[in-house]
């Protein structure tokens, strides 16, 4: 089992930077792949970046250039994080964090990181 505390952001001015933060811990040994997506206002859910157990990150074109997704992995815990630059209206939404362990999504409580413009 991984449980997921996700925390960050906020209200940002159009060009600003935020950066969210989501803590995986558990088994996280069993941890394959993480990942962010976003739910925007009246739009279905969408991938923002994934980075692996090796630390391969990607990211979809919408954000291409201005985010970045990064992790920090210890025995127990592993935090990962998009630091998302030159924000715009188009990026306002509900940011949730994954995992996929075992063959098994897990996802973050997403309301905490909830993302304005």
């Known amino acids: 089992q991984v449980q997921l505390v996700e925390s960050g952001g906020g209200l940002v001015q159009p060009g600003g930077s935020l950066g969210l933060s989501c803590v995986a811990s558990?088994?996280?040994?069993?941890?394959?792949?993480l990942a962010w997506y976003r739910r925007a206002p009246g739009k279905e859910r969408e991938l923002v970046g994934s980075i692996s157990r090796s630390g391969s990150a990607y990211v979809t074109d919408a954000v291409k250039g201005r985010f970045a997704i990064s992790k920090d992995s210890t025995p127990t815990t592993v935090t990962f994080y998009p630091q998302m630059n030159k924000l715009s209206p188009e990026d306002t939404a509900v940011y949730y964090c994954?995992?996929?362990?075992?063959?098994?999504?897990?996802w973050g409580q997403g309301p905490q990181n909830t993302v304005s413009t």
């Open positions: 994954n995992v996929l362990s075992l063959g098994y999504d897990h």
């Open positions: 558990g088994r996280v040994f069993t941890i394959d792949n």
